[in-house]
């Protein structure tokens, strides 16, 4: 008999990445971090990272999607000093630098990467990850104790920065409207 639920394969990054080439729904909400970016409020911001947060977790079959909160490293427990962001599975939450809110390349790659490690908290259960990779994913680990060439190799951090250029990609070679 055959399997009739759908993998993860089946509805996550393998379909997003052919479905992105000629969706129309992403070209509309691409259109802020591309076209005008520079001219938005912060609240308007706000609102074009929830459009792309709420587009990745219907494509990525999420379900629901994560609520977004915005932090200072300097004053939270969440971001590490260097950290562009975060994803708390336990809460569900993704946290965001606010300091990097200026540059739209930064601010989608990093929606598109914590929206990966969602995904991949979704796609694989907790026993397919080494106990290193577990207590780093959630977040008992100090993330300063691994170097940072041993944290950007794992293969949840690989899938999720190729994910991340991806999107900044698609921003960065998206066509500018004239005015």
Same mark, same amino acid.
């Given at each position: 008999?055959?399997?009739?639920?759908?993998?993860?394969?089946?509805? #996550?990054?393998?379909?997003?990445?052919?479905?992105?080439?000629?969706?129309?729904?992403?070209?509309t909400v691409l259109l802020s971090f591309r076209t005008k970016w520079d001219t938005l409020k912060e609240e308007e911001r706000r609102y074009a990272i929830q459009d792309i947060a709420d587009y990745? @977790?219907?494509?990525?079959?999420? #379900?629901?999607?994560?609520?977004?909160?915005?932090?200072?490293?300097?004053?939270?427990?969440?971001?590490?000093?260097?950290?562009? #962001?975060?994803y708390n599975n336990n809460s569900n939450t993704t946290y965001i630098n606010i300091?990097?809110?200026?540059?739209?390349?930064? $601010?989608?790659? $990093?929606?598109?990467?914590?929206?990966?490690?969602?995904?991949?908290?979704? @796609?694989?259960?907790? #026993? $397919?990850y080494t106990e290193e990779e577990l207590k780093v994913r959630e977040g008992t680990e100090i993330v300063g104790q691994f170097t940072n060439a041993a944290y950007r190799c794992q293969p949840v951090e690989i899938d999720a920065r190729m994910v991340g250029d991806a999107m900044e990609e698609k921003v960065k070679t998206f066509p500018r409207l004239n005015p």
């Open positions: 008999m055959k399997n009739s639920h759908n993998t993860p394969q089946q509805n #996550g990054l393998s379909y997003y990445t052919q479905k992105t080439e000629c969706d129309a729904e992403l070209n990745l @977790a219907k494509v990525l079959v999420l #379900g629901e999607t994560p609520l977004i909160l915005y932090a200072n490293p300097s004053n939270s427990h969440f971001l590490c000093a260097d950290c562009k #962001g975060s300091n990097l809110m200026n540059d739209a390349f930064t $601010t989608i790659n $990093t929606i598109a990467h914590e929206m990966t490690h969602a995904y991949q908290h979704k @796609a694989a259960p907790i #026993g $397919t």
